[in-house]
């Protein structure tokens, strides 16, 4: 489901940009932020505007060839579109755009970055919030700087087997429910705002992770590498005894390499996942 953002969410996500004016809170809506090239020689076919807007050298040059009436005129066209936020770069002065700023109340931002990093950063988090979340139930884990996607059945022992590799040192992201999306190429995986930081185990409870093990065991979200799903051995499951190469579980259209652990008493499993993991890494390096 996706999420409604406004300027503050920025603010919020970017603490060095500037906040130079408060704007209404029309919601951001587009993944991608929008510069003002055709519009501001006054070529203008919409009517709304739902991306936010980057302002930086090239149009800086282009505006200050004119009188400041001039591009008050040409700004207000522009401003009149509603866009949820204007940003700038550090070749943009606040001042030239003020006056339109606080009178149509467009939320601006001010940066000393360059168009090209404001543009780069701003449209991966803007579609990091606008992409769609799915949930599945699981536990996720960065084992060997690797994101471990592990599923099976409830009462399986995933959370017991989390709790094993953070005693090895991996990285907690997130038990029970997992959310992921999809980045371009690859799927990120994080936990919900419920559970964050939060691993239940039968019969002890809910255990805080940051308390038990610092916070430097605790990451917010991690590109899914690796799924593996859990399974108890019994007399009526069979497995492949040297395991299958090129397996895959397909989420949110991107195939990601799949193993299926035969789980039975004495078995190590967060041995075994660290061994699966190592593997996937060789296959990953000899592809490359």
Not at 120 to 147: A, C, Y
Not at 226 to 255: P, Q, W
Request: glycine share 6%; net charge positive.
């Amino acid at each position: 489901m996706k999420q409604v953002i406004t300027w503050e969410t920025l603010r919020d996500k970017f603490p060095k940009f500037k906040v130079e004016n408060e704007g209404k809170k029309s919601p951001i809506t587009s993944s991608r932020m929008t510069r003002m090239g055709l519009e501001l020689s006054g070529f203008i076919t919409r009517k709304k505007s739902t991306a936010c807007i980057l302002f930086g050298n090239e149009e800086y040059k282009y505006l200050k060839r004119f009188s400041k009436n001039e591009i008050n005129n040409k700004l207000s066209a522009i401003f009149e579109l509603n866009p949820p936020a204007v940003i700038l770069s550090r070749s943009f002065p606040y001042e030239m755009i003020k006056d339109c700023a606080i009178k149509h109340q467009i939320a601006v931002f001010s940066s000393q970055s360059s168009s090209s990093e404001i543009n780069t950063i701003v449209n991966i988090e803007l579609l990091r919030l606008l992409s769609d979340k799915i949930m599945i139930h699981g536990n996720l884990v960065e084992v060997f700087g690797m994101g471990v996607l592990i599923i099976g059945d409830s009462g399986i022992g995933k959370s017991e087997i989390t709790l094993e590799l953070l005693k090895k040192g991996h990285i907690f992201i997130s038990d029970d429910a997992v959310e992921y999306y999809r980045l371009f190429d690859r799927i990120m995986g994080k936990s919900n705002d419920i559970t964050k930081n939060l691993i239940e185990i039968r019969g002890i409870g809910i255990l805080n992770i940051a308390k038990l093990y610092g916070i430097q065991q605790i990451k917010n979200e991690i590109e899914i590498s690796v799924i593996i799903e859990m399974s108890m051995l019994n007399d009526k499951t069979t497995f492949e005894r040297l395991g299958r190469d090129g397996a895959y579980k397909e989420l949110a259209g991107i195939n990601i390499p799949y193993y299926k652990l035969p789980i039975s008493p004495g078995r190590n499993a967060a041995d075994i996942i660290e061994v699966i993991v190592n593997k996937q890494k060789l296959i990953m390096n000899n592809e490359g």
